[in-house]
């Protein structure tokens, strides 16, 4: 079994336990993973795991890079340092959030379409943070054509509908398994074979049964048996079309 971790963040360029994190993703199955960034400190961190990774191709999983400025990064930068020879696989994270900071939402909406418009003239993917700006997030993807991943979706299926008519992959991370994400449950169904993806969104959100614990790839391996199960499937066949998904979006 082959899994694609498309959603993690590295904290620190700490050599010893960015490799033990890789390390323990392999012994998972974590064949390949993309350590994506939003600020400063998780671009820098991101760009370092990807090097270290391929500093030991044999070692560790293939690391993949989204580079990008989120929400929280309003009026500080407009676009992230990138090491000399970095080859970007999206741009990201980006998106809206409007649960902590509903009175920046029109800087939001400024900061989002620019974050789009860079990507597209770079021609990348997007990597999509939405939380509670679901008619913003659809508006400014209509204004602005982009393809990519909505990451950590929570949304409801007919948002999703909504997503996958655009032509986005939709990513799922263990807040599936949380007991009362029966909504992220019902949306994890809906979403077809071909556009489903799965995430850890480390190192926050770990599934059942390592809540509690610092999340980390390795994790994913939860998410894809809770998912298997879920839609009445083997691990290994979704692991595999999750892989095939991500290969597919992010090229």
């Given amino acids: 079994m082959r899994l694609f971790d498309t959603h993690c963040h590295f904290e620190s360029a700490d050599r010893n336990a960015v490799g033990a994190c890789l390390l323990r993703a392999r012994d998972a199955g974590v064949e390949r993973l993309m350590a994506v960034g939003g600020s400063p400190e998780l671009n820098a961190a991101a760009q370092f795991a990807v090097g270290l990774a391929a500093e030991n191709p044999e070692e560790y999983p293939v690391v993949r890079l989204a580079l990008g400025y989120d929400r929280d990064q309003i009026g500080k930068a407009d676009l992230p340092d990138i090491a000399p020879g970095a080859k970007l696989a999206a741009w990201g994270e980006i998106g809206l959030d409007y649960h902590y900071s509903p009175e920046t939402r029109r800087e939001q909406l400024a900061h989002f379409a620019a974050q789009l418009e860079e990507a597209h003239r770079r021609d990348l993917p997007v990597v999509i943070h939405t939380r509670e700006a679901d008619d913003d997030t659809l508006g400014v993807l209509r204004d602005i054509p982009s393809r990519g991943i909505i990451h950590c979706f929570t949304g409801t299926p007919p948002f999703a509908k909504k997503l996958l ?87």
């Fill in 165 to 251: 008519d655009l032509g986005f992959y939709v990513s799922i991370s263990g807040i599936v398994t949380f007991r009362a994400a029966d909504n992220v449950r019902e949306s994890a169904l809906y979403v077809p074979n071909d556009r489903i993806l799965i995430e850890t969104d480390s190192p926050f959100l770990a599934p059942v049964p390592m809540r509690g614990k610092a999340n980390e790839p390795a994790f994913v391996a939860h998410t894809c048996a809770f998912l298997a199960n879920l839609r009445g499937m083997a691990p290994e066949v979704f692991a595999e079309l999750t892989f095939a998904n991500a290969e597919s979006v992010l090229g």
